[in-house]
């Protein structure tokens, strides 16, 4: 079983940034494909990063590509997701999802994760 906490969220202007954490636990995070989604209000699920256990190759969205980052701390065990630029159309709950190797996952679909945390929710304001 992996369990998976967010944190990191908050409200910030337009153009500023927000460090997000993805700490798990029940796995090593080098041994999870890792991919962070958001969801606003009304609005499904949208793909934002994913990356892969082991060589942590990563796959962004189009929308997010050039502003965010993802990286991993090993020792930390957890993800990080570093959003700079950020645009008030980025505000949603933005959540964690895992899915243990050694499946090689960079993918975008919300369904191919097994796990999933609570979320933290981003407000950008204009």
């Known amino acids: 079983q992996v369990q998976l906490v967010e944190s990191g969220g908050g409200l910030v202007q337009a153009g500023g940034s927000l460090r997000l954490s993805c700490a798990a636990s029940?796995?090593?995070?080098?041994?999870?494909?890792i991919g962070w989604f958001r969801q606003a209000p009304g609005m499904e699920r949208e793909f934002v990063v994913a990356?892969?256990?082991?060589?942590?190759?990563?796959n962004y969205a189009d929308s997010v590509k050039g502003r965010f980052t993802v990286w991993r701390d090993i020792d930390k065990n957890a993800v990080f997701l570093r959003m700079n630029s950020l645009k008030p159309e980025d505000t949603a709950r933005y959540y964690c999802?895992?899915?243990?190797?050694?499946?090689?996952?960079?993918?975008?679909?919300?369904?191919?994760?097994?796990?999933w945390g609570q979320g933290t929710q981003v407000t950008v304001s204009s």
């Open positions: 990356a892969s256990w082991g060589d942590f190759r990563t």
């Open positions: 029940g796995r090593t995070i080098a041994s999870l494909n």
């Open positions: 999802a895992a899915k243990p190797g050694p499946v090689y996952l960079t993918d975008s679909s919300f369904s191919a994760y097994d796990y």
